[in-house]
């Protein structure tokens, strides 16, 4: 079992910036890749970001490319750096935990174990 707990989110206006962080405990070694998804109201969870349990290789939704950047610390928190933000990007953000069978870095919600409770991101314009 792996354990995920966000904290980070809140109100921000437009072209202001949040880090989201999720710290992780738990069999955090058998999983290869952690990630970040959002599901804003009335629309379906999708990907935002992942990253490699090494920290090595990271991959990111064209949405959120070039403003977005995904880290880890090596007391198992992963983090969201989220600058430039847009109303759009108004959602509730969770971490996630790959399947550990899943051994490749992947953007799929389905291959996704274990997932934190979520954080409110609200961005005004």
């Known amino acids: 079992q792996v354990q995920l707990v966000e904290s980070g989110g809140g109100l921000v206006q437009a072209g202001g910036s949040l880090r989201l962080s999720c710290a992780a405990s738990g069999r955090t070694f058998s999983t290869y890749a952690m990630g970040w998804f959002r599901q804003a109201p009335g629309k379906e969870r999708e990907f935002v970001a992942a990253i490699t349990w090494s920290g090595g290789s990271t991959l990111y939704a064209d949405a959120v490319k070039g403003r977005f950047t995904i880290s880890k610390n090596v007391q198992n928190t992963v983090y969201l750096q989220m600058n430039s933000l847009k109303p759009e990007d108004t959602a509730v953000y969770y971490c996630?935990?790959?399947?550990?069978?899943?051994?490749?870095?992947?953007?799929?919600?389905?291959?996704?174990?274990?997932w934190g409770q979520g954080t409110q991101v609200t961005v005004s314009s």
């Open positions: 996630a935990a790959q399947n550990s069978a899943i051994v490749t870095m992947t953007r799929y919600s389905m291959e996704y174990a274990y």
